[in-house]
């Protein structure tokens, strides 16, 4: 882990920047297209594959599969302007996928079968050697939202205690319910998915920006992982960026729920530093636990139970959510995003998550090529 910091950086609100990894699909038949280089080519071309160095965000790339690519947003303090960038880089994925005979879709998963093809990288060929048939059926997508942090410390310090609210984060964004041509039974499969590789889920207490290095260290030093950048925990400190990344999200089909998730990130990092900050102890949950409680958000959704993160009791899934807010309320009345917070989790609630819209779909269309063509229109 690099250290990117200066006490001069410092902001009253912290910046908030998403990833969103979309699949490249046919326009006629939904079936995924192996047209990431062709579409890259394409975006480049326009001059949207660049970021100029040091800076975070703003462009279209590469991803594990040549059915997908990634896109990223700058760092914004305004969730309003957020979501502009949010749009608009889904926009430019899509004029590039559209040159390409393609749509871009916003699912966690392909709803039909794929045989992935790996993107043409070294890194990625080596990690397709290595890991076998979990690195070649990977093909999943996920909404990464980084959030500006002041120190390796007060990232440690947060993520040491935000640990037990990451699960809701799953719940409300959960994309996925299907996997290889059939529904799954879960909310989120990706959450499922990315359970096979080694180096995947909940961190323990670490306490330090030090101890965080040395874990990494460890785990690199036992040979599985290719690298540092292969730590597919829950939630991590960036390599690249001053912030802490927050991983569990699948990438969602309304760009409206993905700015939610980067609101709740956001004031999860900001209650977590606090706390850190005024010396409060992490709950010194087992990871174990957290592992259940992130099975049970990726099968339910919002739709079931949730596991309290204060007591570690299965609760219904609107009173958790509820508690979230109950406990970041502080952080996003501060940001002024409290009521943009409230309005998005009602939303969610009424409507469903965008896996409830895509069953919802397959059940109208009857038919799962249809299906996520028109998902594909909705993204």
Same mark, same amino acid.
């Given at each position: 882990m690099? %250290?990117h910091?200066?006490?001069s950086?410092?902001h @009253? =609100?912290? !910046?908030?920047?998403?990833? #969103? &990894?979309? /699949?490249l699909?046919?326009a006629?038949?939904?079936?995924?297209?192996?047209v990431?280089?062709?579409?890259?080519?394409?975006?480049?071309?326009?001059?949207?594959t660049?970021?100029?160095a040091g800076?975070?965000?703003g %462009?279209?790339?590469p991803?594990?599969?040549?059915? @997908? =690519?990634? !896109?990223?947003?700058?760092? #914004? &303090?305004? /969730?309003g302007?957020l979501?502009?960038?949010?749009?608009?880089w889904r926009d430019?994925?899509r004029?590039a996928?559209?040159?390409?005979?393609?749509?871009?879709?916003?699912s966690?998963?392909?709803p039909?079968?794929?045989?992935?093809q790996?993107?043409?990288?070294?890194?990625y060929?080596?990690?397709a050697?290595r890991?076998g048939?979990?690195?070649?059926?990977q093909?999943?997508?996920?909404c990464?939202?980084?959030v500006?942090?002041?120190?390796d410390?007060?990232?440690?310090?947060?993520?040491?205690r935000?640990?037990?609210w990451l699960?809701?984060?799953?719940a409300v964004?959960?994309n996925s319910?299907?996997?290889?041509?059939g529904?799954?039974?879960?909310?989120?499969?990706?959450?499922?998915?990315m359970?096979r590789?080694p180096?995947?889920?909940?961190?323990?207490?670490f306490?330090?920006?030090?101890a965080?290095?040395?874990?990494?260290?460890?785990?690199?030093?036992?040979g599985?992982p290719?690298?540092?950048?292969?730590?597919?925990f829950?939630?991590?400190?960036?390599r690249?960026?001053?912030?802490?990344?927050?991983r569990?999200?699948?990438?969602?089909?309304?760009?409206?729920?993905?700015?939610?998730?980067?609101?709740l990130?956001?004031?999860l990092?900001?209650?977590g530093a606090r706390e850190?900050?005024?010396g409060r102890p992490?709950d010194p949950?087992?990871?174990?636990?957290?592992?259940?409680?992130?099975?049970?958000?990726g099968r339910h959704?919002?739709?079931?139970d949730?596991i309290?993160?204060r007591?570690?009791?299965?609760r219904?899934?609107r009173?958790?959510?509820?508690?979230?807010l109950?406990?970041?309320?502080?952080?996003?009345r501060?940001t002024?995003?409290?009521a943009r917070?409230?309005k998005?989790?009602?939303?969610i609630?009424t409507?469903?998550?965008?896996s409830?819209t895509?069953?919802?779909i397959?059940?109208?269309e009857?038919r799962?090529?249809?299906?996520v063509?028109?998902?594909?229109?909705l993204?």
């Open positions: 690099k %250290s910091y200066s006490s950086t410092h @009253q =609100v912290r !910046t908030v920047g998403v990833e #969103e &990894e979309l /699949l699909v046919d006629e038949t939904g079936a995924p297209r192996s990431a280089s062709e579409v890259l080519r394409v975006a480049r071309r326009h001059g949207d660049e970021v100029a800076e975070a965000g %462009s279209v790339g991803e594990l599969q040549e059915q @997908q =690519v990634e !896109t990223d947003t700058p760092a #914004e &303090e305004y /969730l302007i979501e502009q960038d949010l749009r608009r430019k994925a004029a996928a559209s040159e390409a005979g393609a749509l871009i879709l916003a966690g998963t392909t039909l079968p794929v045989w992935p790996t993107f043409d990288d070294e890194r060929a080596a990690m050697e890991f048939l979990t690195a070649s059926e093909l999943t997508c996920g990464h939202v980084h500006s942090v002041e120190s410390d007060e990232a440690v310090g947060a993520l040491d935000i640990r037990a699960p809701v984060l799953l964004s959960a319910p299907f996997w290889q041509g529904d799954s039974g879960y909310a989120s499969y990706r959450s499922q998915v359970t590789w180096t995947n889920g909940p961190t323990e207490i306490g330090s920006g030090q965080y290095v040395d874990h990494l260290r460890l785990l690199v030093d036992t599985v290719l690298d540092e950048g292969m730590a597919y829950d939630a991590r400190p960036s690249n960026y001053p912030t802490l990344e927050i569990v999200a699948d990438v969602c089909l309304d760009p409206r729920d993905a700015v939610l998730v980067a609101a990130a956001r004031a990092v900001e209650t850190w900050a005024e992490p949950v087992p990871v174990a636990v957290l592992r259940l409680a992130m099975w049970q958000a959704g919002i739709t079931g949730l309290d993160p007591c570690h009791r299965p219904p899934a009173e958790v959510v509820e508690l979230l109950e406990h970041i309320g502080p952080a996003l501060d002024g995003d409290l917070a409230e998005g989790i009602g939303r609630f409507g469903g998550t965008g409830t895509q069953r919802r397959h059940d109208e009857g799962l090529d249809r299906a063509v028109r998902l594909a229109e993204t």
